[in-house]
């Protein structure tokens, strides 16, 4: 019997480059397969096409921000049942308002390896 674990397929939404290319990273040695959208429009449109595991939520984004998105997001869930685990990642948003708005959990930006590791961690474990 083989202890293949599948990579786990994360959506992280984030409009900074190097933000996406320093999380990317940080993802890669979790084990997850990262795909990219730089706006919540575009999340919505790639949660809508593909099936993840886990949605890491910047906040703060042209065209559309973090929390209208999870907003959509979750509206959609309710006709088929579903649920993605959605993180906000801010620097300049308070827990209880992404909570709120339908995220499951929160990271502070600048994000920590260790933190990230931590909520990946619960979040894969009660998956």
Known sequence: MSNYVPPRLVLLVEDSFINRKLMGVMLEHEGCKTTFAMNGAEAVERFR???FDLILMDIQMPVMDGLEATRIIREHEISTGQHTPIVAVTAGMDRDSCLAAGMDDYI????????????????FCNA
């Open 49 to 51: 096409q593909e099936c």
């Open 108 to 123: 502070a930006k600048p994000v920590r390896v260790d933190l990230l590791h931590e909520i990946l961690s619960r979040i």
